[in-house]
């Protein structure tokens, strides 16, 4: 739903006038970003269709349920002297949210109108990304959401991992990333703690769930990642980053865009998930994936503390 986000933009740059004494403000008003900030709402039973975290997926007749094939090391060929990641295992994929877009502000106008957007992920082996970990993440795309119904889950989900459901509620607020080293600003002692001190304020207080604006980093920018890891390359040295095809791919990292974060969420009034200690879950997508509603090129990071 394309909503006015003026209002909130207004809201976050007098913040920044009043809270950014010896900050350069400009600079960090004109990078305010516009995200719809969700927030969960105790108690279930939401209606077929309606927005939620947790519980059972609205899903069209007969669709199957998302899973993940997982890997051996035997599947992935690697080279020797390769690092070589931990197996996972294949299974179904834990249902997190769903967002009836008819009813979510988008305030960035980036979104489909009308339609059910959803997202799974393995919340049981919790993969952080990597090359051989697609297919871990699925983000689906309804658009009409006629005939959907509340699916079951399969037998082999287990018990923990099916979140608790609960309701959404929304508010479009202005963004900035938490990190003064992500707009390129270095800042002399005590800059960057009183930066941080003010992107926090304007963040508001935790858990994270926003559809679109900065994400709330817990590492380290993630659009390289994005850009190499769905393309199959992994860096684990830092050499690697000469690599002809790495060079070759970077400069695509600027079309990665955050779709959806979900932030650690474990309270009694929450859906009761933690991404590893106390992590959070980031949806990217390239803007003209976006565009095309390729929702099937979503990339998913997992950061953790």
């Not at 950014?20 to 077929?48: N, Q, S």
């Not at 997202?119 to 051989?132: C, E, I, L, S």
């Not at 690599?243 to 009761?272: F, H, M, N, Y």
Request: proline share 9%.
């Amino acid at each position: 739903m394309r909503v006015e986000s003026s209002a909130a933009m207004a809201r976050g740059a007098e913040l920044v006038d009043a809270q950014g004494e010896g900050l350069p403000v400009e600079v960090i008003k004109a990078a305010l970003r516009p995200a719809a900030c969700l927030r969960t709402k105790p108690g279930g039973g939401e209606a077929v269709g309606a927005s939620r975290f947790g519980g059972m997926p609205d899903l069209p007749p007969d669709f199957p349920w998302p899973r993940w094939e997982g890997f051996t090391e035997e599947d992935l060929h690697l080279p020797p002297g390769a690092y070589v990641p931990r197996a996972m295992d294949p299974g179904p994929l834990s249902f997190l949210a769903q967002l009836d877009l008819a009813s979510i502000p988008d305030p960035e106008g980036r979104l489909p109108a009308t339609g059910l957007l959803s997202f799974f992920f393995d919340a049981w082996q919790q993969p952080d990304g990597r090359p051989w970990d697609r297919g871990a993440a699925r983000v689906l795309y309804f658009e009409d959401t006629s005939a959907v119904a509340r699916a079951s889950a399969p037998d082999d989900l287990h018990e923990e991992l099916r979140f608790a459901e609960r309701g959404v509620t929304c508010e479009v607020m202005a963004t900035l990333p938490l990190w003064a080293f992500e707009l390129g600003l270095k800042l002399p002692d005590p800059g960057d703690d009183r930066y941080w001190e003010l992107a926090s304020q304007i963040a508001g207080p935790a858990p994270y769930h926003r559809l679109g604006g900065w994400p709330a980093l817990v590492q380290n920018e993630m659009q390289l990642e994005c850009q190499l890891a769905s393309n199959g390359v992994y860096c684990g040295r830092r050499e690697d980053y000469e690599r002809d095809e790495v060079k070759r791919l970077a400069p695509g990292a600027s079309d990665w865009t955050l779709l959806l974060q979900i932030d650690t969420d474990d309270e009694a009034s929450g859906p009761g998930w933690m991404w590893c200690d106390s992590g959070s879950l980031y949806f990217w997508i390239r803007r003209q994936d976006l565009e095309a509603r390729r929702f099937d090129k979503v990339w998913t990071i997992l950061q953790s503390c």
